[in-house]
């Protein structure tokens, strides 16, 4: 990924706090990777940030979305204003839509700079449309092994929902395991699936897997980052994915947008309204029953 394109882009559209042309020079001398560098120099404007992720890349946008018979409905709760977790939800042109979520390692400004570069990555520099999830994952694994230090890694959830056919292909890396709440005989069973790969920007060699689920109607998938079961409560207790998986099953007659609401609220109370320990976002794809 070259840098200079990147810093182009944000001083195109004025997130850095003074013109790339100023200091691109001490840039190259410093030898840094260009999200520390401007990390460690407070060269970003974090609202303009947020304001190109959002409107321009068309991230992290808490809407509902309808694509014929499925809805999909995707929230972030950050800790702090800019949030390392990252969503999107982009239609092909063959009646498939790709989900991505991810969540940086650190939090805050940090985190919302390295979301950024991969997320610009993804817009414009990866076809989505011809390759699986784990290929996929594959290639932005390569761009995150450039542009992430030796500490630095995130996990990563993507989905590729097909609307004719219902079905999904899935690969996660490092991500907490998918929960789908699938019916069997009129009853509601929730499944984890888990395809058991590495979180991205740590192995250039590492095979990333990947899974089908044959989705029906009636039925609900929901993708999360570790902020939806690691909180604490105040005696040190983790609300953890089997509370999370009951609070899923209690809720789940609701809307998509009412579940993700309520999940977050159960989520709240359990911690007593502690301060959250990290950011927390939940994507809801539900199959809607085709109307009479």
Do not use: W
């Amino acid at each position: 990924m070259e840098s200079i394109e990147i810093l182009k882009i944000l001083d195109e559209y004025e997130v850095l706090k003074k013109p790339y042309q100023e200091f691109v020079d001490d840039f190259i001398q410093s030898k840094k990777l260009l999200p520390a560098y401007l990390y460690e120099n407070n060269l970003i404007d974090e609202k303009k940030l947020n304001k190109l992720n959002q409107h321009t890349l068309k991230l992290n946008q808490s809407k509902v979305y309808q694509f014929k018979n499925f809805t999909i409905y995707p929230k972030t709760y950050p800790k702090f204003f800019t949030s390392g977790d990252v969503f999107g939800v982009f239609p092909l042109k063959d009646s498939r839509i790709v989900i991505i979520l991810f969540d940086v390692s650190g939090k805050g400004l940090e985190a919302g700079i390295l979301g950024f570069m991969i997320s610009y990555y993804i817009n414009f520099k990866l076809n989505m449309s011809s390759l699986a999830p784990q290929a996929l994952l594959k290639k932005i694994n390569l761009i995150c092994l450039e542009i992430f230090d030796d500490i630095k890694f995130t996990t990563f959830s993507l989905m590729i929902l097909d609307l004719l056919s219902g079905t999904i292909e899935y690969a996660g890396a490092g991500c907490p395991p998918l929960l789908y709440l699938r019916l069997e005989d009129k009853e509601k069973i929730i499944e984890e699936r888990d395809t058991i790969n590495i979180p991205l920007g740590i192995d250039n060699d590492f095979i990333y897997k990947g899974t089908k689920i044959d989705f029906n109607p009636g039925e609900i998938i929901l993708i999360y980052t570790d902020g939806a079961f690691e909180q604490e409560n105040r005696k040190g207790v983790q609300y953890g994915i089997n509370r999370l998986k009951k609070a899923f099953l209690k809720h789940s007659h609701k809307s998509p947008k009412n579940i993700v609401r309520s999940l977050y609220f159960d989520l709240r109370l359990f911690s007593l309204f502690k301060q959250p320990a990290d950011d927390t976002t939940y994507i809801i794809i539900k199959y809607d029953k085709k109307k009479r």
